[in-house]
Structures are given as structure tokens and as C-alpha cells.
């Protein structure tokens, strides 16, 4: 049985192995004991603090495996991306150079540095147990924060935004950065990465060059991976895409990974999700049912698991005693609920969102 749930300190040697094993080596996951620790501490500050607005509260969750007490996986939202240090990005943009005398006009692509996701609450830091990928499991992780989100929107931005790791070579280069960052820090992506990871990306920021690149001017090989998920993160990518996030402009500042985001509201689920009452039965006598992300009220306690979506007559959402034991419910409790399959698959892919939210 599996759970999603707040961080603790006792978490913590779980954090650091699945900052270690993370494919590839995660910015905001870095493998440094100080650092996540002080993630866990911010967490727990973050679940137990009033909030009216987002600020730069940062709620880090795992997912534990109870059969086996072992913590598998953790994923975490950034109330607000840039609410301390700007959050930036490269936007893609297209310039137009022309001229009447020699009956020119070319469109030039370029990227520019932004820092407009600063305002978004950021969907981040996840790493999961290699034995639960391409399970429910997943899925859960991924996706349980957003059933969180949804019973707090006043900690949260309107907009949601994920990075995904860029394109890296069989050597675990990033020709992105070969081609541009490298010429300003004189160092190879992974060290430069471990390095923003323990710090800040600002600093990246404010070495890097603050005019628009020319596209044209770089390697093909950093051309190519220009918005261009890492090969391990395509499935993510592309739930999310059929959850409703919407491909932006924006790419990441080291290897041009896409920032993908959404309006919240648009969210499948969000848009599907529904608030039950509790009916306690026998796990034998549970109707067959598609599973459904399952979550409690409880903040600080936040629960939420993988249970059939089986409803009584009455609109009741009926759970086995050790999923309502497990949740914190006893009977007649509300739960919020939303399916775990999606509408797509992300085969419709919408391309770009032309309006940047």
C-alpha cells in the first residue's frame, strides 16, 4: 500500500539516496545532506505556517511504501518560483531583420533571458524508487500535489509551471550548455548543475550574457536540444500534457529543458475532482471500480492514495478500513477524489500556448 505525505526528518537518508539515483541529476534535488535537511525543516515550517498568499513556502512530500516501510519517492511545490531569488528562464522569441535596400527580410530565432514563471507556483524536485516507475505509483507522486493545490488555492499561484530535465549526450553532456553557459563558467554541466543546486540559479543569471542569443549562432547539436525533454522524462511529460499543462516558451538556462504550464483550473485534475463522503466497507465487498487519487482534509497530515473510485447509490465514496485508517477518515468524513486515469494521453499534444498564460 502505497501513500503520498509530508516530509519528515526522519525522511532524510531516503531524500538523499533518491537525490543520488535521480535520472539525471535533479538542480533542485541535490545530493548534499545539508541542504535537504534544511528542505525538510522549510517544509514542515511551510504546512504548519498561516497562509493567505503564496510566498516562498516550499512543501517537499514522499510516497511511502507501507508493505515494505520505505520511503520510494519525493516530489515538492514551490509556492512561488521566484519568490526570493528571480526564478529564470530563456524565452524563445523570433526577431525580424529586413531591409528595403537589398530586399531582405529574415525571421531569426533567438532566446531571451526572463524571468516571468517567477510568479508561478512551481511543480518540482521529483524522484522516484526505479522498481515504481511505470506504475500507479508514478502517477501518484506526480500528480497527488495537485490534489493538494487544489484544497488550498490560497497558498498557490493561479499558474502552475514544470521544468523537465533537457537533453543530455551519451556522455551526460548538455549541449546546450557546451554551447553557451560553458564559455562564461569554464565548467562541464554536471559540476555547474550540483553547483546551482546547493546555491542558487541566480547566480547563473547574473554571469550570463543579458542580450538575446542568436539561435543561428550556436552549435546544431545545442539548436536540437532546445526545448527537448530528457529521454527518462518523456512519459512524465506527456501525462502532463494530457493532465492539461500546455507547452510554453520558456526553456531552462542550463540545457533548454521545456517549462511547461498550465492555469490550475484547466487541469483535468482539478476539473474532475469531487468531494465524497466516506462509507466503510470490507475490501471484498467493494465493487469493482477505475482507481482514483484519494486525498483527507487534514494539512499537516496530508494523505493521499491510489483507491477504487466505487460510489454507493447515495454519492457516498465507499473505501476498505485500511485505506480509511491510512487516510486519517472515519465514516462520513469528506474525501476529494479524482480519477488517475486521464482524458488523453498526450497524443493530441496542444503545442505551444501562444498567449504565455
Not at 497562509?51 to 515538492?76: K, N
Not at 493538494?148 to 543530455?168: D, H, K, N, T, V
Not at 482534509?297 to 457516498?316: H, K, M, N
Request: some cysteine.
Amino acid at each position: 500500500m502505497l501513500v503520498v505525505r509530508p516530509a519528515r526528518p526522519a525522511d532524510l537518508p531516503a531524500l538523499e539516496r533518491l537525490a543520488g539515483t535521480a535520472t539525471p541529476r535533479l538542480t533542485n534535488l541535490p545530493a548534499h545532506r545539508d541542504r535537504l535537511e534544511e528542505r525538510i525543516t522549510r517544509s514542515r515550517q511551510a504546512f504548519a505556517r498561516e497562509v493567505d498568499f503564496p510566498g516562498d513556502e516550499h512543501y517537499t512530500f514522499v510516497l511511502e511504501d507501507l508493505e515494505r516501510r520505505e520511503v520510494v519517492g519525493t516530489a515538492t511545490v514551490r509556492a512561488q518560483a521566484g519568490a526570493v531569488d528571480a526564478y529564470y528562464t530563456y524565452r524563445q522569441e523570433t526577431l525580424i531583420h529586413a531591409s528595403q535596400q537589398l530586399n531582405v527580410r529574415r525571421e531569426v530565432q533567438t532566446l531571451a533571458l526572463s524571468h516571468e514563471v517567477s510568479e508561478a507556483s512551481l511543480l518540482c524536485a521529483l524522484s522516484l524508487d526505479s522498481r515504481y516507475k511505470g506504475t500507479s505509483a508514478e502517477s501518484l507522486l506526480r500528480r497527488a500535489r495537485l490534489m493538494f493545490i487544489a484544497q488550498y488555492p490560497e497558498r498557490f499561484s493561479g499558474i502552475l509551471a514544470m521544468a523537465f530535465p533537457g537533453y543530455l549526450d551519451d556522455a551526460g553532456e548538455s549541449p546546450f550548455w557546451n554551447s553557451v553557459g560553458r564559455h562564461f563558467f569554464v565548467r562541464d554541466y554536471q559540476e555547474i548543475n550540483y553547483l546551482a543546486g546547493v546555491r542558487s540559479k541566480s547566480f547563473i543569471a547574473e554571469v550570463m550574457p543579458q542580450f538575446p542569443l542568436y539561435l543561428p549562432l550556436l552549435t546544431p547539436q545545442a539548436r536540437a536540444a532546445i526545448g527537448r525533454e530528457h529521454p527518462d522524462h518523456e512519459v512524465a511529460m506527456a501525462e502532463m500534457l494530457a493532465e492539461g499543462f500546455l507547452r510554453s516558451r520558456h526553456v531552462d538556462i542550463f540545457d533548454a529543458g521545456p517549462v511547461i504550464k498550465a492555469e490550475r483550473e484547466r487541469l483535468a485534475s482539478f476539473r474532475r475532482a469531487a468531494w465524497h463522503p466516506v462509507r466503510i466497507r470490507p475490501a471484498h465487498a467493494l465493487p469493482d471500480a477505475e482507481p482514483a487519487m484519494v486525498a483527507n482534509q487534514r494539512l499537516e497530515d496530508f494523505r493521499c492514495v491510489v483507491a477504487r473510485y466505487a460510489l454507493s447509490p447515495t454519492g457516498q465514496l465507499m473505501l476498505s478500513p485500511a485505506h480509511a485508517e491510512l487516510l486519517g477518515v472515519e465514516e462520513g468524513r469528506a474525501v476529494l477524489a479524482a480519477p488517475l486515469a486521464l482524458p488523453g494521453d498526450g497524443a493530441d499534444d496542444p503545442g505551444y500556448d501562444e498567449g504565455e498564460l
